[in-house]
């Protein structure tokens, strides 16, 4: 059996191969696969599979493929629209978020909410759109790159919602290639757009992913395939012996960073979390911020707070610094308390960590397409998170400080029950997995 297998974000690099439990390609059945990357993953995709044994880098061909430069003008125009066609407040909040960051004119914001409201909710538009999409990729779209894969067997796409796998996924139908494709994050059915082509099987990490697959991107739960699983890079074996870790001698608060981009007031609460560690905690509180590996704080702010607090941040970019989730995740553990302002840190910690707030307050003027405010109003999934996990809600300064130094104090955890949060979202093991998924097929 012939496999086609799309890597085009390093996120999906990370989760997929570089815990040797789960790694895919070590597990999955196959007599030949092509790895579709980009230059974005190409390189670490390389140097992962160099570690594999000469027998299996024989079945392994991994391809550097940019599908930007191959669209028609037409297919940049339905992407475009693709992008607002999905009925979620998210997507809405993003539109308008452009337009406060001056990163859109107001032609293209009245063009986009234009989009949004005719097709709100509109099932007949989506099936629409999608006909004549997949009919320009059948009769316009150049695949003479890929010619000598036409007679595979099977493709897996693991981020239908980018370029490269919507491409493949058009590649698939024109040569009647059976396709399963999934979305490599929880939130991506509500925040990138409609699905541009249909895969034959969609794999859900989750029930919140059926859901939002059914309510945003207009599948039929009857007439469409979808298998519920889990999602695809957690090691739940591994998390049952990952337990928080208490240091008696050091209280660890670990502060996830948006970056300036995301949450423009940011630097203001670094500059009162250093006031208060200067002022009011003891020498044994240790700050750390953990920065976003691609809206990274300023070097100047870093420095200017470095005395008191520490930057640090997993650069995904780079193989040599890229660990597992499962790393990732006892990294976290060592933490007494998480706190962030919409970030998906807070849901990877409710896995291992029992100590994690959600702040919902601003320390200086931010308009209100870009407030940290509208994670609770106008992101659904993030919502659900919060609502079932009922993760404590910091709205203001004097909250913060007060829920700061009574934890500090009591060197106690606050200890509610996540699991309902993060089984709804990100699945459990006892569903089907997504190698099983693509290993049935195959046998």
Known sequence: MKIIMTLSNIQIVRNCLFD??????????YSEMVLICNEATFNSVKEHVSSYSVSDQLKIRILLFNASGERFITLRILDSIAKSHVSSKFALN?????????????????????????????????????????????????????????????????????????????????????????????????????????????????????????????????????????SYWINFTRIKDIVPKSNPIKFKVLFGSMGLYFNPSEVALLAHIYQLRRKFL???????????????????????????????????????????????????????????SGSTLLLDASLVNHNIAHINF????????????????????????????????????????????????????RAPNYRIAWKYIL???SDTSLVDLVNKEIC
């Open 20 to 29: 040797k439990q789960l790694d895919i390609l070590r597990n999955l059945a």
């Open 94 to 230: 993003k539109i308008f978020r452009a337009k406060s960051k001056n990163e859109i004119t107001w032609a293209k914001l009245f063009l986009k909410v234009l989009v949004y409201v005719l097709t709100f909710k509109n099932r007949f538009s989506s099936h629409l759109f999608r006909f004549f999409y997949s009919k320009l990729y059948l009769y316009l779209e150049d695949f003479r790159r890929l010619q000598e894969f036409k007679d595979y067997d099977l493709a897996l796409t693991l981020s239908l919602t980018d370029n490269l796998d919507t491409y493949i996924a058009g590649f698939c139908k024109k040569n009647n290639i059976k396709h399963i494709g999934t979305v490599r994050s929880w939130d991506n059915l509500t925040s990138h757009g409609l699905l541009r082509i249909k895969p034959d099987v969609f794999y859900c990490h989750s029930q919140a992913m059926q859901e939002d697959l059914i309510k945003f991107q207009y599948f039929n739960r009857f007439n469409d395939t979808i298998v519920v699983g889990h």
């Open 362 to 413: 601003e320390l200086s003027s931010v308009r209100y397409w870009e407030s940290i405010k509208r994670y609770l109003d106008f992101r659904e999934y993030y919502k659900q998170f919060i609502d079932l996990g009922q993760i404590l809600i910091i709205n203001s300064i004097e909250e913060f400080e007060k829920f700061i130094l009574s934890a500090v104090s009591s060197k106690t955890s």
């Open 282 to 340: 003891s020498t044994q509180v240790h700050f750390t911020v953990l920065m976003h590996p691609k809206f990274r704080l300023p070097v100047e702010v870093q420095n200017e707070f470095s005395d008191f607090i520490n930057f640090e941040t997993f650069n995904f970019d780079n193989l040599t610094e890229v660990k597992s989730y499962s790393e990732y995740l006892e990294y976290l553990s060592k933490f007494n308390l998480i706190l962030s």
């Open 427 to 429: 699945g459990e093991p």
